[in-house]
T-cell receptor, first 114, second 112 residues
Framework: NAGVTQTPKFQVLKTGQSMTLQCAQDMNHEYMSWYRQDPGMGLRLIHYSVGAGITDQGEVPNGYNVSRSTTEDFPLRLLSAAPSQTSVYFC?????????????FGAGTRLSVL | KQEVTQIPAALSVPEGENLVLNCSFTDSAIYNLQWFRQDPGKGLTSLLLIQSSQREQTSGRLNASLDKSSGRSTLYIAASQPGDSATYLCAVCNNAGNMLTFGGGTRLMVKP
C-alpha cells in the first residue's frame, strides 16, 4: 500500500523557472492538501481540495496554482519560482473530504530556488 | 486568525522519564486537535486525534488531553525511550473541518 507519494524528492530551480510538484494517493481519499514547512514555522497550508474539481486557498496561496482533475492526483504548480519559495513541501490526504479526519502525509519535496 | 504555539521548542531528557509537551491555540472554536510525529527528513505521522467534545485520548504510552475553553492541549509520553526522539507537532482543525493550523513543533531528544 503506497499511501501518499510525492515526486520529486529534491529539486533545484533558478529564479523564474516553473515546475510542478506531484502528489498521488491510492486510498481513495477525497481531501488533499499542500503545505510548506519552513524552519521554526511549522507547516502552513497552501491550497486544499475537498474532491475532484474543487480547490480552495489556504493560508499562503500566492505564487502557487493547483488543480484536481482526478481523486488520486493533486499537483502543485510554481509558475515563476522565487527564492522565497525555498522550502520543504508536503502533500496530505484524508478521508471523506475533510481536514478533520486523520491526515496521511507524503515524505516531502525539498525545493531550493537560487 | 488561529495561532498555535508549542512550548518548549526543544527538549532533551534521559531515557525512562515521563514528559509533557504543550500546545496552545488562540481560537477555541475548533473541530478537533491532532498530534503528529515527524522524524528527520520524513513526513508526518498521525499519533492521536482528539475531538472537541473529548477531554483526552490514549494510545500506548501516549496520552493527549484537551481543554478547549482554555485553548490548551498536552501530550504526555510515559517512560520515554530513545526511539521517541523526533519532532512532535500539534494541529487544530477549524470548525468548518477544512483547514489545519500547525504549531511550530517540539524537538525531543531522549538520551540512552
Amino acid at each position: 500500500n503506497a499511501g501518499v507519494t510525492q515526486t520529486p524528492k529534491f529539486q533545484v530551480l533558478k529564479t523564474g523557472q516553473s515546475m510542478t510538484l506531484q502528489c498521488a494517493q491510492d486510498m481513495n481519499h477525497e481531501y488533499m492538501s499542500w503545505y510548506r514547512q519552513d524552519p521554526g514555522m511549522g507547516l502552513r497550508l497552501i491550497h486544499y481540495s475537498v474532491g475532484a474539481g474543487i480547490t480552495d486557498q489556504g493560508e499562503v496561496p500566492n505564487g502557487y496554482n493547483v488543480s484536481r482533475s482526478t481523486t488520486e492526483d493533486f499537483p502543485l504548480r510554481l509558475l515563476s519560482a522565487a527564492p522565497s519559495q525555498t522550502s520543504v513541501y508536503f502533500c496530505a490526504s484524508s478521508y471523506q473530504g475533510r481536514a478533520k479526519n486523520i491526515q496521511y502525509f507524503g515524505a516531502g519535496t525539498r525545493l531550493s530556488v537560487l | 486568525k488561529q495561532e498555535v504555539t508549542q512550548i518548549p521548542a526543544a527538549l532533551s531528557v534521559p531515557e525512562g522519564e515521563n514528559l509533557v509537551l504543550n500546545c496552545s491555540f488562540t481560537d477555541s472554536a475548533i473541530y478537533n486537535l491532532q498530534w503528529f510525529r515527524q522524524d528527520p527528513g520524513k513526513g508526518l505521522t498521525s499519533l492521536l486525534l482528539i475531538q472537541s467534545s473529548q477531554r483526552e485520548q490514549t494510545s500506548g504510552r501516549l496520552n493527549a488531553s484537551l481543554d478547549k475553553s482554555s485553548g490548551r492541549s498536552t501530550l504526555y509520553i510515559a517512560a520515554s525511550q530513545p526511539g521517541d526522539s523526533a519532532t512532535y507537532l500539534c494541529a487544530v482543525c477549524n470548525n468548518a473541518g477544512n483547514m489545519l493550523t500547525f504549531g511550530g513543533g517540539t524537538r525531543l531528544m531522549v538520551k540512552p
